[in-house]
């Protein structure tokens, strides 16, 4: 029987091993010896394997076996060492002392992953490469069966594929990444920005419902635009009151901002009715904000209790008790406060100075915003901007044809000469 000619040094084998009908390849990656089943009993397809498998390896990719190991808990992992790396603010630790990303339960609840307990060891969830767009899918189907809304489900999935994007990352020694390609993302469509906001007249009004020690609270946000999350944590040593500047804390903001900001006058004046004490000392007290708020804006009229559907934003005025399902999109619907919410001074200030015809550059600069799409969805138009905008062009309209009419014409020659 002829001798089988061997191979060149460096490129693999195939071989069956004893009592088997599979043809396997080997090769060596990175110092370490590496086999494989091809899962056929055809040499080519072996032969086909292998090539496959060193030219993936002349390309700097990890191998397919060592991919496999990968994990959801893995791709997890990664995500938090870079929440913690860049110290994002959505990064929260819980009562019990355990870390959390919003957005992030629904998927583990979704993957079946559950980390380790002292009665429990960790559940590391699916392997990274049986994510797939399948999957994802099936995650939206239900998710929005339980109602929940296309923006919820949206920044899940958006945590899912920064995920496999660490992960494709050459971050480790080897210079190689764990996984070689990230699955395609069929996201939901951006939801409508809230449309929830008060003119200066309602917010005046709103401020008589209030209790006292609220009020210049409540001014800062509407003047200001700062999120009340932040508002709430300003102490005395960021207020200078005879400067008018506030100075933002780049650790307590969601943007990382630190630029001086100027205070408006009625900022100030409400201000200056606090007494001041110590640097650190919180400059608001807000102990039940929300709760007076919410009551407030009930009385007035600024909002109600209801049904929404979380998908279309449809609503209903059913009873509590009477359990909804949205006639639009079939979608169960929650019921809950509807109308203006805390983060709507936010659009309110942005509304309040473009109705004084403050250029868009300065109103960014004030309310912190760097990318003017996010911006659009907070400098809303309602009817009565539209018609006052109407009512502004009508009345130059007439004033330049007056104008015209009165402008005296010239000879043609006389335009010659």
Request: net charge positive; with cysteine; charged share 30%.
């Amino acid at each position: 029987m002829a001798k089988l000619k061997q191979r060149a040094r460096g490129t693999g084998r195939i071989f069956k091993p004893n009592g088997c009908q599979l043809w396997y390849v080997q090769y060596w990656q990175d110092g370490k010896q590496i086999r494989e089943s091809s899962r056929s009993t055809v040499k080519m397809v072996a032969e086909n394997l292998l090539r496959d498998r060193l030219g993936r390896a002349d390309r700097g990719q990890m191998p397919v076996t060592a991919q496999r190991k990968v994990t959801y808990a893995d791709l997890r992992q990664r995500l938090f060492d870079s929440y913690h790396t860049k110290k994002n603010k959505s990064l929260q630790t819980m009562a019990d002392g355990s870390e959390t990303i919003w957005g992030l339960k629904p998927l583990d609840d979704f993957l079946g992953y559950e980390s380790a307990t002292e009665n429990a060891s960790e559940k590391p969830g699916p392997v990274a490469l049986t994510i797939d767009t399948d999957l994802m899918r099936r995650f939206v189907r239900e998710r929005r069966a339980e109602g929940v809304s296309d923006g919820t489900i949206l920044s899940s999935l958006r945590l899912l594929r920064r995920m496999f994007h660490l992960a494709t990352e050459k971050a480790n020694a080897s210079g190689r990444s764990a996984l070689d390609h990230v699955p395609d993302f069929e996201l939901p469509q951006k939801p409508n920005a809230r449309l929830d906001f008060l003119r200066e007249p309602e917010m005046l009004t709103l401020l008589t419902e209030l209790p006292e020690r609220l009020r210049p609270f409540v001014k800062f946000l509407f003047y200001q635009g700062v999120r009340s999350g932040e508002a709430e944590s300003i102490t005395w040593a960021q207020i200078d009151l005879d400067r008018a500047i506030f100075f933002p804390d780049a650790e307590r903001n969601k943007t990382g901002n630190s630029r001086v900001k100027a205070l408006a006058d009625h900022t100030v004046q409400a201000l200056r009715k606090l007494t001041p004490s110590k640097p650190e000392d919180s400059v608001f007290d807000t102990t039940n904000y929300k709760k007076e708020f919410r009551k407030a804006c009930l009385k007035l009229g600024y909002a109600r209790l209801g049904w929404q559907c979380g998908q279309c934003g449809a609503t209903s005025k059913a009873p509590e008790k009477q359990k909804q399902t949205c006639k639009d999109c079939g979608c169960p619907m929650h019921f809950g406060y509807i109308g203006m919410t805390t983060h709507g001074f936010r659009r309110s200030m942005i509304v309040y100075y473009r109705d004084c015809g403050i250029p868009d550059a300065i109103i960014m600069s004030m309310s912190g915003h760097t990318s003017m799409d996010v911006y659009r969805d907070y400098s809303v138009s309602d009817l009565q901007a539209q018609r006052e905008a109407q009512r502004k062009a009508a009345t130059h309209s007439e004033q330049r044809a007056l104008t015209n009419a009165n402008r005296k014409v010239l000879p043609a020659h006389a335009a010659a000469d």
